[in-house]
Protein backbone atom coordinates (compact mmCIF):
# COMPACT_ATOMS: atom_id res chain seq x y z
CA UNK A 1 0.00 0.00 0.00
CA UNK A 2 0.72 3.44 -0.56
CA UNK A 3 2.27 6.03 2.71
CA UNK A 4 3.40 9.80 2.52
CA UNK A 5 5.58 11.29 5.29
CA UNK A 6 6.02 14.42 5.93
CA UNK A 7 8.50 15.88 8.61
CA UNK A 8 8.68 17.67 11.07
CA UNK A 9 5.20 17.56 12.44
CA UNK A 10 5.73 21.11 13.66
CA UNK A 11 8.27 23.75 13.11
CA UNK A 12 9.22 26.89 14.80
CA UNK A 13 11.82 28.95 13.27
CA UNK A 14 13.21 32.76 13.91
CA UNK A 15 12.42 35.71 10.78
CA UNK A 16 15.30 34.98 8.05
CA UNK A 17 16.10 31.92 8.69
CA UNK A 18 16.21 28.74 6.14
CA UNK A 19 13.44 25.91 5.73
CA UNK A 20 13.77 22.41 4.80
CA UNK A 21 10.36 20.69 4.77
CA UNK A 22 10.19 16.89 2.93
CA UNK A 23 7.56 14.62 2.09
CA UNK A 24 8.23 11.14 0.93
CA UNK A 25 5.70 8.77 -0.87
CA UNK A 26 6.20 4.92 -0.55
CA UNK A 27 4.43 2.04 -2.76
CA UNK A 28 3.96 4.11 -6.27
CA UNK A 29 6.26 5.17 -8.57
CA UNK A 30 6.12 8.55 -10.93
CA UNK A 31 3.28 10.32 -8.67
CA UNK A 32 2.08 13.83 -8.77
CA UNK A 33 3.61 15.91 -5.89
CA UNK A 34 1.95 18.46 -4.13
CA UNK A 35 2.52 21.30 -1.55
CA UNK A 36 -0.34 23.00 0.00
CA UNK A 37 -0.49 25.77 2.44
CA UNK A 38 -3.03 26.18 4.70
CA UNK A 39 -3.91 29.23 6.56
CA UNK A 40 -6.98 29.58 9.12
CA UNK A 41 -10.08 29.71 6.89
CA UNK A 42 -8.58 30.69 3.53
CA UNK A 43 -8.57 26.97 2.89
CA UNK A 44 -6.24 25.27 0.91
CA UNK A 45 -3.59 27.07 -0.76
CA UNK A 46 -1.28 24.91 -3.81
CA UNK A 47 2.07 26.36 -3.68
CA UNK A 48 3.70 23.55 -6.03
CA UNK A 49 3.12 20.83 -8.12
CA UNK A 50 5.52 18.12 -9.88
CA UNK A 51 4.76 15.92 -12.33
CA UNK A 52 8.62 14.20 -12.79
CA UNK A 53 11.98 14.90 -11.43
CA UNK A 54 13.18 18.11 -11.88
CA UNK A 55 9.95 19.47 -12.77
CA UNK A 56 8.62 21.73 -11.12
CA UNK A 57 5.60 24.51 -11.25
CA UNK A 58 4.69 27.16 -9.01
CA UNK A 59 1.51 28.20 -8.72
CA UNK A 60 2.05 31.50 -6.52
CA UNK A 61 5.35 33.91 -6.55
CA UNK A 62 6.56 34.09 -3.23
CA UNK A 63 9.69 33.36 -0.65
CA UNK A 64 9.36 29.55 -1.19
CA UNK A 65 10.75 26.80 -3.63
CA UNK A 66 10.60 23.41 -3.93
CA UNK A 67 12.73 21.02 -5.66
CA UNK A 68 12.02 17.24 -6.66
CA UNK A 69 16.05 15.39 -6.32
CA UNK A 70 14.00 11.49 -6.60
CA UNK A 71 11.02 10.49 -8.40
CA UNK A 72 9.13 10.27 -4.55
CA UNK A 73 10.93 12.65 -2.95
CA UNK A 74 9.76 16.43 -2.84
CA UNK A 75 11.10 19.20 -0.67
CA UNK A 76 9.84 22.83 0.33
CA UNK A 77 12.83 25.90 1.23
CA UNK A 78 12.89 29.17 1.77
CA UNK A 79 16.30 30.78 2.08
CA UNK A 80 14.75 33.27 4.47
CA UNK A 81 12.06 33.17 6.08
CA UNK A 82 9.22 35.75 6.58
CA UNK A 83 6.51 35.97 9.63
CA UNK A 84 4.30 35.64 6.69
CA UNK A 85 5.21 32.46 6.00
CA UNK A 86 4.03 30.95 8.86
CA UNK A 87 1.10 28.38 8.26
CA UNK A 88 0.22 24.10 7.72
CA UNK A 89 1.60 22.91 5.28
CA UNK A 90 0.97 19.71 3.45
CA UNK A 91 2.29 17.22 1.09
CA UNK A 92 0.23 15.27 -0.97
CA UNK A 93 0.49 13.01 -3.85
CA UNK A 94 -2.04 11.55 -6.67
CA UNK A 95 -1.75 8.97 -9.41
CA UNK A 96 0.08 10.33 -12.68
CA UNK A 97 -0.79 10.62 -15.45
CA UNK A 98 -4.39 9.71 -16.78
CA UNK A 99 -6.35 9.31 -13.37
CA UNK A 100 -8.55 11.76 -11.66
CA UNK A 101 -6.57 13.58 -9.02
CA UNK A 102 -7.57 11.70 -5.71
CA UNK A 103 -5.05 13.26 -3.83
CA UNK A 104 -3.60 11.47 -0.24
CA UNK A 105 -2.09 13.90 2.59
CA UNK A 106 0.87 13.97 4.82
CA UNK A 107 -0.10 14.73 8.41
CA UNK A 108 1.19 18.22 7.60
CA UNK A 109 3.76 21.05 9.20
CA UNK A 110 2.74 23.16 11.23
CA UNK A 111 5.23 26.29 11.03
CA UNK A 112 5.43 29.24 13.33
CA UNK A 113 8.30 31.88 12.17
CA UNK A 114 8.91 34.16 15.21
CA UNK B 1 -10.19 28.02 -14.79
CA UNK B 2 -12.00 26.33 -11.94
CA UNK B 3 -13.04 27.24 -8.68
CA UNK B 4 -15.15 26.12 -5.72
CA UNK B 5 -16.98 27.82 -2.71
CA UNK B 6 -18.56 26.53 -0.18
CA UNK B 7 -21.66 28.39 1.16
CA UNK B 8 -21.30 27.96 5.24
CA UNK B 9 -17.55 28.80 6.94
CA UNK B 10 -19.32 27.20 10.08
CA UNK B 11 -22.00 24.62 10.47
CA UNK B 12 -23.51 23.90 14.28
CA UNK B 13 -25.45 21.15 15.03
CA UNK B 14 -26.52 18.84 17.42
CA UNK B 15 -26.01 15.10 17.78
CA UNK B 16 -28.00 13.02 15.66
CA UNK B 17 -29.36 15.72 13.88
CA UNK B 18 -29.13 15.98 9.75
CA UNK B 19 -26.19 18.23 8.34
CA UNK B 20 -26.02 19.09 4.92
CA UNK B 21 -22.31 21.20 3.70
CA UNK B 22 -23.04 22.92 0.81
CA UNK B 23 -20.69 23.02 -2.14
CA UNK B 24 -21.04 24.44 -5.74
CA UNK B 25 -18.47 24.48 -8.49
CA UNK B 26 -17.12 26.32 -11.75
CA UNK B 27 -15.28 25.13 -14.32
CA UNK B 28 -15.56 24.92 -18.14
CA UNK B 29 -14.61 21.11 -18.55
CA UNK B 30 -16.25 18.06 -17.38
CA UNK B 31 -15.47 17.91 -13.38
CA UNK B 32 -14.62 15.06 -10.68
CA UNK B 33 -15.60 16.28 -6.83
CA UNK B 34 -14.28 15.54 -3.87
CA UNK B 35 -15.14 16.16 0.30
CA UNK B 36 -12.27 15.40 2.23
CA UNK B 37 -12.06 15.85 6.04
CA UNK B 38 -9.83 17.39 8.48
CA UNK B 39 -9.21 16.33 12.10
CA UNK B 40 -7.64 19.04 14.14
CA UNK B 41 -3.64 19.16 12.82
CA UNK B 42 -4.06 16.06 10.94
CA UNK B 43 -3.60 16.03 6.99
CA UNK B 44 -6.76 15.62 5.23
CA UNK B 45 -8.70 12.30 4.61
CA UNK B 46 -11.12 11.32 1.41
CA UNK B 47 -15.05 10.96 2.27
CA UNK B 48 -15.95 10.64 -1.11
CA UNK B 49 -15.43 11.09 -4.84
CA UNK B 50 -17.89 12.00 -8.15
CA UNK B 51 -15.52 10.64 -10.81
CA UNK B 52 -18.96 9.36 -13.49
CA UNK B 53 -22.23 7.34 -13.23
CA UNK B 54 -24.39 7.34 -10.56
CA UNK B 55 -25.23 11.16 -9.20
CA UNK B 56 -25.64 10.14 -5.75
CA UNK B 57 -21.64 9.29 -3.98
CA UNK B 58 -21.88 6.94 -0.69
CA UNK B 59 -18.69 7.32 1.08
CA UNK B 60 -17.45 6.34 4.27
CA UNK B 61 -18.33 7.24 8.26
CA UNK B 62 -22.30 7.61 6.93
CA UNK B 63 -21.82 10.56 4.60
CA UNK B 64 -23.39 10.74 1.17
CA UNK B 65 -23.05 13.43 -1.61
CA UNK B 66 -25.39 14.06 -4.70
CA UNK B 67 -23.74 15.74 -7.84
CA UNK B 68 -26.19 18.22 -9.94
CA UNK B 69 -24.69 19.64 -12.82
CA UNK B 70 -27.60 21.60 -13.64
CA UNK B 71 -27.05 23.74 -10.17
CA UNK B 72 -23.57 23.26 -10.25
CA UNK B 73 -23.53 21.69 -6.74
CA UNK B 74 -21.73 18.76 -4.81
CA UNK B 75 -23.63 19.08 -1.37
CA UNK B 76 -22.33 16.67 1.40
CA UNK B 77 -24.87 15.01 3.64
CA UNK B 78 -25.22 12.82 6.49
CA UNK B 79 -28.75 11.91 8.37
CA UNK B 80 -27.82 11.40 11.85
CA UNK B 81 -23.86 12.95 13.09
CA UNK B 82 -22.11 12.23 15.86
CA UNK B 83 -19.63 14.18 18.36
CA UNK B 84 -17.20 12.41 16.50
CA UNK B 85 -18.16 14.16 13.28
CA UNK B 86 -16.82 17.10 14.40
CA UNK B 87 -13.99 18.36 12.13
CA UNK B 88 -13.23 20.83 8.78
CA UNK B 89 -14.55 19.81 5.59
CA UNK B 90 -13.08 20.78 2.40
CA UNK B 91 -14.80 20.27 -1.34
CA UNK B 92 -12.79 20.29 -4.43
CA UNK B 93 -12.97 20.09 -7.82
CA UNK B 94 -10.72 18.30 -10.17
CA UNK B 95 -11.18 19.68 -13.86
CA UNK B 96 -9.52 15.96 -15.22
CA UNK B 97 -7.69 17.88 -18.50
CA UNK B 98 -4.32 18.17 -19.10
CA UNK B 99 -1.70 15.85 -17.16
CA UNK B 100 -1.65 16.96 -14.15
CA UNK B 101 -5.20 16.98 -12.46
CA UNK B 102 -4.68 19.79 -9.92
CA UNK B 103 -7.02 19.95 -7.17
CA UNK B 104 -8.98 23.33 -5.99
CA UNK B 105 -10.70 23.78 -2.84
CA UNK B 106 -13.00 25.67 -0.98
CA UNK B 107 -12.08 27.60 2.11
CA UNK B 108 -13.71 24.82 3.98
CA UNK B 109 -16.99 24.18 6.65
CA UNK B 110 -16.55 23.65 9.96
CA UNK B 111 -18.77 21.10 11.24
CA UNK B 112 -19.50 21.17 14.96
CA UNK B 113 -21.79 18.57 16.55
CA UNK B 114 -22.96 19.33 20.02
CA UNK B 115 -24.47 17.12 22.56
Known amino acids: SQTIHQWPATLVQPVGSPLSLECTVEGTSNPNLYWYRQAAGRGLQLLFYSVGIGQISSEVPQNLSASRPQDRQFILSSKKLLLSDSGFYLC?????????????FGQGTRLTVV | AQSVTQLDSQVPVFEEAPVELRCNYSSSVSVYLFWYVQYPNQGLQLLLK??????LVKGINGFEAEFNKSQTSFHLRKPSVHISDTAEYFCAVSDGGGSNYKLTFGKGTLLTVNP
Open chain 1, 92 to 104: AWSTHPGGPAEAF
Open chain 2, 50 to 55: YLSGST
